[in-house]
């Protein structure tokens, strides 16, 4: 399958800094969507991305869908305790016969300091 | 409450011992889905379904099979489980025909010595 990837690995933060992160492909994906996943959950989806140069707010998170619709990014402001855990970005491809299926990235764990 | 479940949320098993990981969604949804989530390599997708009787295979079906006879159930059957199929596994379903807002279930941690 494609792959996806998710940079960085992981961040080391103080509380009330503001979080970047990537998701990059060599492929391009139609549809981008950002999860977080808090320790014994599944993921939950923050922010779906439809369009190329989309840009969409949920509260704190802002995420863009990259132009080339082969890369996507998530912003966090003012970062706060419960912030963190581990961020998945994910594309979806469509083809002719609907989705493609979901394309995950490996994650970026976020810890943050007080 | 919408919701997805899974059963059993742990399961420890021997190699060659078949076994089902049920998963039921109450919201009507259309598309399922079944992922394995593995240190270093992310969730990857397993099977989906975009309806009842549909099924199609995602990056990783080799050693498990699915089926879909009702719209809210969606099983993974490990037919003979081998050690590498050690990992944490994720249901979801989403009302849109396709993957881009599922809800996950809280997962099925599965050790299979």
């Known amino acids: 399958g494609q792959q996806l990837n998710q940079s960085p690995q992981s961040m080391f933060i103080q509380e009330g800094e503001d979080v970047s992160m990537n998701c990059t492909s060599s492929s391009i994906f139609n549809t981008w969507l950002w999860y977080k996943q808090d320790p014994g959950e599944g993921p939950v989806l923050l922010i779906a991305?439809?369009?190329?140069?989309e840009l969409t707010s949920n509260g704190r998170l802002t995420a863009q869908f990259g132009i080339t619709r082969k890369d996507s990014f998530l912003n966090i402001s003012a970062s706060i305790p419960s912030d963190v855990g581990i961020y998945f970005c994910?594309?979806?491809?469509?083809?002719?016969?609907?989705?493609?299926?979901?394309?995950f990235g490996k994650g970026t764990h976020l810890i943050i300091q007080p | 409450e919408a919701q997805v479940t899974q059963n059993p949320r742990y399961l420890i098993t021997v190699t060659g011992k078949k076994l089902t990981v049920t998963c039921s969604q109450n919201?009507?949804?259309?598309?399922m889905s079944w992922y394995r989530q593995d240190p270093g390599l992310g969730l990857r997708q397993i099977y989906y379904?975009?309806?009842?009787?549909?099924?199609d295979k995602g990056d990783v079906p080799e050693g498990y099979k699915v089926s879909r006879k009702e719209k809210r159930n969606f099983p993974l059957i490990l037919e003979s489980p081998s050690p590498n199929q050690t990992s944490l596994y994720f249901c979801?379903?989403?009302?849109?025909?396709?993957?881009?807002?599922?809800?996950f279930g809280p997962g099925t941690r599965l050790t299979v010595l």
């Open positions: 994910a594309g979806i491809q469509y083809s002719g016969g609907g989705a493609d299926g979901l394309t």
């Open positions: 979801a379903s989403s009302s849109g025909g396709g993957p881009d807002t599922q809800y």
């Open positions: 379904s975009m309806n009842v009787e549909v099924t």
């Open positions: 919201m009507n949804h259309e598309y």
């Open positions: 991305l439809y369009k190329a140069g």
